[in-house]
């Protein structure tokens, strides 16, 4: 084990959603989830929607996000996203609503409809459900 | 000579209009506190965003990307951003005239206009103006979907040719008591020179830097839209902030002016009821 830490920032266009030392964190890749430790070579690579989990100490943390990238740098690791949010403010009624329009639009399949769109949303909003149960 | 009551009247009903500029303006200074925090918050983001950027952009290829590509500008796309409500000076007809002279001025063969905001969507249907698109009532609630459903929507009529070019005209916050009118290119994306300061780090890409640049580019106008949409917002509080100001700074100027004026009707009826007894008694000693 090294001394030092990983530096993880995560950032949406509103804010700063986290920014600590952590010890590892996983995140869903291009290819899957991929663990990032202290003392990482360069990595840039596109995130998709899923959780990502950092561990400091004996702490967890976890994050509901969707569409970004990473770049993971000499010990600073950077997630930006287009949202993020922290599991424990996820605001399970509002995802569930968003599950349930999402489930509605994709079942009445109107004329209108952008099904990859709709296809998308579920994704998010069953992520963030799934994120706020852990 | 208007009797004393219709005056007294009068002062009542400026004051009372008065207390709602005041408050109004106190209501767009609070709003226009929490519109910069909302604006300064992006910088983070888009300073990383340049930075990651810079980064894929000098791996991959000169491949374009379908939002580079640079086409003769026949089918020229104006987007508008207009604030809801009114009570905010000349921000909106300012807009609104700049526009019509962006859209009169254009050599383009074909035309389009999207509005956000209900004031310019407003102003061009009235004149049977056709729009594109419109956007209304998003400043009450401005979320970060918003701008990704609008440039979306501007991204996909981009990509199968219905426009050439895409502008957006709009204010910028330059401070509290300023906005500049201005028109900003949004597509085609226009290449940054990058600079090389420092010694590109050798990456490692995950699929590869093609793919990722694929990715980014919708993020960074997703990102660019955001930004000019809450810079709007700012400017229109500052601009109603501004205005409710001015009102309030007449209405008090008014207010003086009516007081003065009463002062003087009052003293008259004074002076003349006085003059009456006076002229009476006399009469009555003759």
Known sequence: MTDKNLKLEIITPEKIVFSNPVDHVKAPGYNGYFGVKPEHIPFLTVIKTGNIKAEMGKENKCFAVCGGFVQVTGNTMLILAEAAEDAASIDLERAQRARDRAMKRLQEKAENTDIPRAKAALLRALNRLEVAKM | ?286
């Not at chain 2, 830097?209 to 919708?218: F, G, M, R």
Request: proline letters at 3%; aromatic letters at 10%.
């Open chain 2, 1 to 286: 000579m208007a009797t004393l009551r219709e005056i007294k009247r009068r002062i009542a009903s400026v004051k009372s209009t008065m207390q709602i500029t005041k408050a109004m303006k106190m209501v767009a200074a609070a709003k226009l506190r929490k519109a910069q925090t909302r604006l300064m918050s992006t910088r983070p983001y888009s300073r990383q965003l340049t930075d990651v950027l810079g980064n894929v952009a000098k791996k991959s290829h000169r491949d374009l990307h379908p939002m580079m590509k640079n086409r003769a500008p026949h089918k020229v796309c104006y987007v508008l951003l207009t604030a809801d409500k009114g009570f905010c000076g000349s921000f909106n007809a300012n807009l609104i005239r700049y526009a019509k002279k962006e859209l009169n001025s254009s050599p383009a063969e074909k035309k389009y206009l999207v509005t956000i905001g209900k004031k310019g969507y407003e102003h061009f249907k009235r004149n049977d103006f056709p729009l594109y698109a419109h956007y209304i009532e998003i400043f009450n609630n401005l979320e970060f979907t918003h701008a990704q459903r609008i440039a979306a929507e501007l991204m996909k009529a981009f990509e199968n040719g219905t426009f050439d070019r895409v502008y957006i005209i709009y204010n910028r916050f330059k401070n509290a008591v300023q906005q500049e009118t201005q028109v900003e290119q949004f597509l085609p994306v226009q290449q940054t020179a990058t600079e090389e300061k420092s010694k590109p780090i050798s990456f490692l890409y995950e699929p590869n830097p093609q793919v990722i640049l694929d990715k980014l580019i919708p993020m960074s106008l997703n990102f660019q839209m955001w930004r000019i949409l809450l810079e709007s917002a700012a400017s229109e509080f500052g601009a109603r902030m501004t205005a409710m100001e001015t009102a309030s700074d007449n209405a008090q100027e008014m207010i003086k002016e009516l007081t003065l004026y009463y002062n003087k009707a009052r003293q008259a009826a004074i002076t003349k009821e006085l003059n009456e007894i006076v002229s009476g008694a006399e009469a009555l000693k003759g």
